[in-house]
């Protein structure tokens, strides 16, 4: 969230929001390991206060692709990669998707992932950090969405696009995503 509010807004207006949000000491040391998840809660929720909910879902968005463009560097074994480039897309959708749910708990925290495989790919987070305690009359998780997607087309399949089609911010019982390549 630094780097894409950081691009988005300059420093100055992230140190502000961060400061609302009670969260300035990660500007001054960046994390460098897993941040409590009511870290996410707190920033997400002074972004779209602050900012308004369009506003944050760029953000987010931006936040998210930077956040998969990390896991392609550095979490994603380099080995693996050019394997799920190209094999059936199915095939790599569904290896991808189990490693994601095994480290589920990086990104939806103490929410609960669930994912299916097929086409389309269905992934649900219920609990979600990103969304947790808004009212919107849209989906919110853009940031989700921006991560799943840019994995999925450099993984898996270069048209791979992601919808959430429900969101907790809307009354839904999770945030739930469809991820289409054809």
């Known amino acids: 969230m630094i780097e894409a509010l950081d691009e988005q807004v300059g420093h100055e207006e992230t140190a502000w929001l961060f400061g609302l949000a009670e969260l300035s ?4 040391h960046a994390p460098d ?3 409590d998840e009511r870290d996410v809660v707190a920033i997400h929720t002074v972004v779209r206060s602050q900012l ?3 506003r944050a879902r760029e953000v987010g968005r931006q936040a998210g692709l930077l956040t998969a463009d990390y896991l392609l560097a550095n979490r994603i074994p380099k080995a693996i990669q050019p394997i799920l480039k190209v094999l059936p897309a199915a095939i790599s959708a569904r290896i991808l998707l189990g ?3 095994k480290h589920s708990w990086t990104f939806a925290g103490s929410g609960t992932f669930v ?3 097929g086409h389309p790919v269905r992934f649900s987070i219920a609990g979600c950090p990103v969304c947790r305690g808004a009212k919107a009359p849209a989906p919110l998780c853009d940031y989700y969405g921006a ?3 840019r994995l999925f087309r450099t993984l898996v399949h270069r048209n791979a696009r992601v919808i959430e089609t429900a969101c907790e911010a809307a009354g839904a019982p999770a ?3 469809e991820i289409r390549w054809r």
């Open 115 to 117: 994912a299916v495989a």
């Open 99 to 101: 490693a994601i749910g």
């Open 147 to 149: 991560t799943f997607e």
């Open 52 to 54: 308004g909910a369009a």
């Open 175 to 177: 945030c739930a995503f």
């Open 33 to 35: 390991h897993m941040v």
């Open 25 to 28: 000491h990660h500007l001054e």
